[in-house]
């Protein structure tokens, strides 16, 4: 079967560093995707990967290794407005996007 | 604004009614898709639709039905609701007119629940 996993929830202050972790199995591979989720709210688009290594954004970046099935997002200088839900999608090999359940990042002051 | 209009935002309905959630984009995005969202769980796809006209099932379409008359309008109908149906859905649209993409637009949900 196809899966995606990410760790539940996550704490991290305020100004620091944290890295969310997800890793996957699936059918082939096409892509894989970032969403960042406010509570109550739609996902948005943050970042893609599709080759090995590191994409960087402004205060986040993506990283992808293909070998080992696995990638992480890091946001930098964190902010209470990253207080918020990051989900993991991977584009399989029926151009179809699998989902991980996403990581409920808590910032605190 | 342009984006995905979804309608209702919120809803309570018993048990064997029939429902139909709107979703109405205007970036001309050729793909449109529902999914649904409940706790602990990713973003499950419901129905697709690649094209106007076409339309496609997901990972769980049981219950649930589809039509794509024009580009811009994608409702998706529960014939008969059920407890098991009481989730958030998302409908979204895609721009997959230079190949297949995972950078997906999202509406703002609609909150159904079921008694």
């Known amino acids: 079967g196809q899966n995606i996993d990410q760790p539940t929830e996550m704490t991290a202050t305020e100004g620091a560093i944290v890295q969310i972790n997800c890793t996957y199995q699936t059918s082939g591979f096409n892509g894989l995707f970032w969403y960042q989720q406010h509570a109550g709210e739609a996902p948005t688009f943050l970042s893609y990967n599709v080759l090995d290594g590191l994409e960087e954004k402004g205060r986040f970046s993506s990283f992808l290794s293909r070998s080992k099935g696995y990638s992480y997002l890091l946001l930098k200088e964190l902010q209470m407005k990253d207080s918020a839900s990051y989900l993991c999608a991977v584009m399989d090999s029926n151009y179809q996007l699998i989902w991980g359940a996403g990581t409920k990042l808590i910032i605190k002051p | 604004i342009a984006g995905i209009t979804q309608a209702p935002t919120s809803q309570i309905l018993a048990a064997g009614r029939r429902m139909t959630l709107r979703c109405t984009q205007d970036?001309?995005?050729?793909?449109m898709y529902w999914y649904r969202q409940d706790l602990g769980l990713g973003l499950r796809l419901i129905h697709y639709?690649?094209?106007?006209?076409?339309?496609g099932k997901g990972e769980v379409p049981d219950g649930y039905s589809v039509s794509r008359a024009n580009t811009d309008d994608f409702p998706l109908t529960l014939a008969s609701a059920v407890p098991s149906q009481t989730s958030v859905y998302f409908c979204?649209?895609?721009?997959?007119?230079?190949?297949?993409?995972?950078?997906?637009?999202f509406g703002e949900g609609s909150r159904l629940t079921v008694l």
């Open positions: 639709s690649n094209t106007a006209g076409t339309t």
């Open positions: 970036m001309r995005h050729n793909a």
């Open positions: 979204a649209s895609s721009d997959s007119s230079g190949g297949p993409t995972g950078e997906l637009f």
